[in-house]
């Protein structure tokens, strides 16, 4: 790792000069306080509140978005600088900012030879060769720094072959196409974006004897059928036809040849061409109007209804074309790949406000900074959001009029656009101190998707830190509510402890918070304002990962008045000061008996006389899961008590301790071997279809129709046992830690 140190400022300036790493090491205030524990400060509060400015976000984002910022780019490079800058000034800066470097392996196309599609008939000759490149509608498509449309991580190659559709590309999608008695051996799959991951597409291809496919994003999954010229940006938030969703193809987060390593040239690295999670065949992103003059010109029997789309003719499954349409029927698609792996530098950044009475705990609050284009929604509104949350916390850190009870780290994370690789480097480099010291981990990402309500994911005992701070704040727009009652009209849930309340969701491994809650187990929380469902069906916001997710599309289309982007300034100071300066930490334990509870239920009712018949018992997760309840809410009774009377630091301490570690508790990094990173028995990815503990859930889907007694139900066996094991572990972090 190399690391610079940028800053010492604010109390203990001289110590803190010669810091060599940003978490700990701290230096020991002058005069330790002998006054009543510090506490969250509503005035302060108050005052932060008020200070987060529209328009000083707004200068942020023209800022950020205003050059192509690719991860390891010289613009990437120059808003490091400028966050290093901002961090350190004089008036609004934190107490130290510091860059961490990793050498990961990055995937680009080829500034020579460009990725190309093209129709050719079998002689070779090219019938049709389409863009490689996004229409420059508005100017910022055209610039030197605009990355070609690519499918990071796919394998460079050429092949050819006749189109089939095969829809998402999930691995049911191609068994129906084997149903309707279709030969995928030498064939190209055009599928569409959605339901299956990037490279999972590729994957499933490959498994059936596909050479190489095509991803588009249909109109009918993002612009609510509008596909015109017209009827899309500029004038509307519309995705225009040549528009192309770039991402990550591979299938792990972090660096792909260092897994579990934190990624310094010293390293020890896998051989690239034998590291797992690379697409196995050629893949390539087009626009939906290069798809339509495919897929419109399809023979083959027609493809089920719920596989049609909006392109503006119905959708048929190959193989080839038909004789009558734009190209012969002899013909075939011809796929070029020109992608090259590359090792490159790349840099987080980390701001620190010193604790005052607890430095040794830490508050983080992230995002990522590089986007593939411009990226003024994917990532740079979330930036320009914590870049306002820390110039006003700053500011008030300068004058001497705060400093938070708890450490708050600020991080702008690096190259997340290709599998979340500087957050994850950073947990693999700090883990036992991370995994030891931190209350929570706070992600904004794209902090606007549209201007309608809020929205949240996280785990369950950050929920009651949410919804205090969405109580207290106005919704942006005329009707004079307060965010959360907001929130509640779109999207809510009826509980069976409060009733009707927002819906809060959970965390898979789409944004920087994946290895902080699936790795690390740290309560973890996302943040965004977003659309009204009712009225969209998009499954995003249409120019996520392209050229035109601009300055230009937030201002006119998005957020015009950056009322929603404030709101989301609000909510995550807000939450951030509660977590940071609250005497007891606002995380409510019992609100994950609700989730245990709903878990049970499931499997009782869906996979119960299915286990029976194995001889396998719930009665042992029955009998955890009330343990559990019954901890959790003898731990709430002690928090209770403790408010009553003047408790002494230490028994609060120790409790704050049990609320921060829960999370760990559910920690088993031997639960999912065939998984990376994945080690938290309740949020693992579940590909079965019960609504229960994932690994329970998905080994009896794999278990289901094989012998009695086969290693599937075996398998079963110790899933059940391991989420046992984990409840049992966490009722007995939250008893009274005297109990043995």
């Keep these: 790792m190399q690391w610079t140190t940028v800053a010492g400022v604010g109390v203990g300036a001289t110590a803190l000069l010669g810091v060599g790493i940003i978490l700990g090491h701290f230096a020991i205030p002058q005069s330790p306080s002998t006054s009543a524990p510090q506490d969250l400060d509503l005035e302060v509060l108050e005052a932060v509140l008020g200070q987060l400015d529209a328009a000083r976000i707004r200068e942020n984002l023209r800022e950020l978005s205003r050059e192509p910022h690719l991860a390891s780019s010289p613009r990437d490079e120059a808003l490091v600088q400028l966050l290093l800058q901002q961090w350190s000034d004089q008036v609004s800066g934190l107490d130290s900012a510091k860059t961490f470097e990793y050498e990961v392996l990055l995937s680009f196309p080829s500034p020579e030879q460009p990725n190309l599609v093209e129709v050719v008939r079998p002689g070779g000759d090219i019938l049709h060769s389409y863009r490689p490149m996004e229409e420059n509608v508005t100017g910022d498509q055209g610039g030197p720094d605009v990355i070609q449309p690519y499918a990071a991580y796919a394998p460079p190659g050429t092949v050819e072959g006749l189109l089939i559709y095969a829809n998402h590309g999930t691995e049911e999608d191609f068994k129906e196409l084997q149903t309707q008695g279709i030969d995928l051996r030498g064939t190209i799959a ?162 620190l406000i010193r604790g005052s009475v607890e430095p040794d705990r830490y508050v983080l609050y992230g995002n990522h900074r590089d986007s593939w284009v411009h990226g003024a929604v994917d990532p740079s509104s979330g930036t320009a959001v914590l870049l306002e949350v820390s110039r006003v916390l700053g500011t008030l850190l300068k004058k001497g009029a705060w400093r938070p009870r708890r450490s708050i780290v600020f991080a702008s994370w690096g190259a997340e656009e290709f599998g979340l690789i500087g957050s994850t480097e950073f947990t693999e480099e700090f883990f036992s101190k991370l995994h030891e010291r931190t209350v929570a981990y706070i992600n904004v990402d794209i902090s606007v998707f549209a201007n309608s309500t809020l929205m949240a994911q996280g785990t369950p005992p950050i929920q009651s830190v949410i919804f205090s701070a969405a109580k207290e704040i106005t919704a942006p727009g005329p009707s004079g509510l307060s965010i959360y009652d907001n929130w509640i009209r779109y999207t809510n849930r009826s509980s069976p402890v409060y009733g009707r309340i927002p819906s809060l969701g959970s965390l898979g491994a789409g944004s920087d918070y994946a290895p902080f809650i699936h790795f690390l187990g740290i309560s973890s929380m996302h943040i965004a304002y977003t659309y009204d469902r009712s009225k969209t069906s998009a499954r995003i916001y249409p120019t996520y990962h392209t ?194």
Aim: glycine share 8%.
């Design 547 to 740: 050229a035109f997710d601009t300055f230009e599309y937030v201002e006119k289309f998005v957020d015009p008045d950056f009322s929603s982007h404030q709101a989301v300034a609000r909510t995550t100071g807000s939450v951030l000061l509660r977590l940071s300066d609250s005497f007891l930490l606002p995380l409510n334990v019992s609100d994950y008996s609700e989730t245990l509870r709903s878990f049970l239920q499931a499997a009782q009712q869906d996979l119960g006389a299915l286990l029976a018949q194995h001889s396998i018992s719930l009665e042992p997760l029955v009998t955890a899961v009330g343990k559990f309840e019954t901890a959790a809410a003898d731990l709430d009774q002690r928090i209770a008590d403790l408010q009553k009377s003047s408790p002494d630091p230490l028994q609060v301490r120790i409790l704050n301790d049990q609320l921060m570690l829960l999370e760990r508790t559910f920690l088993n990094p031997r639960a999912f071997p065939e998984e990376r990173y994945y080690s938290h028995v309740l949020w693992a990815p579940r590909t079965g279809s019960t609504a229960t503990f994932p690994g329970l859930a998905n080994a009896c889907s794999r278990a289901n129709g094989t012998a009695h007694g086969s290693e599937a139900w075996a398998e079963v066996h110790r899933q059940l046992s391991i989420v046992v094991a984990a409840l049992e572990g966490a009722a007995a972090t939250l008893r009274p830690v005297a109990d043995l």
């Design 190 to 351: 055009l599928t569409r974006y959605g339901v299956a991951g990037r490279g999972t597409k590729a994957v499933n291809a490959a498994k059936y004897g596909v050479v190489g496919v095509l991803v588009y994003t249909d109109p009918g999954d993002i612009n609510d059928g509008h596909s015109l010229p017209s009827e899309t940006f500029p004038h509307s938030w519309g995705l225009p036809p040549s528009g192309v969703e770039r991402g990550s193809y591979h299938e792990y987060f972090g660096d792909p040849v260092t897994p579990y390593l934190p990624a310094h040239p010293s390293s020890f690295r896998l051989d690239s061409n034998n590291a797992s999670g690379f697409p196995p065949i050629p893949a390539q992103p087009i626009g939906f109007q290069d798809a339509r003059d495919l897929l419109c010109n399809l023979r083959g029997p027609l493809a089920p209804a719920s596989w049609q789309g909006a392109l503006g003719c119905g959708y048929n499954l190959g193989p080839g074309f038909q004789a009558a349409g734009d190209f012969t029927e002899d013909s075939k698609v011809k796929v070029s790949v020109y992608n090259r792996l590359e090792l490159r530098n790349s840099s987080n950044v980390l701001g």
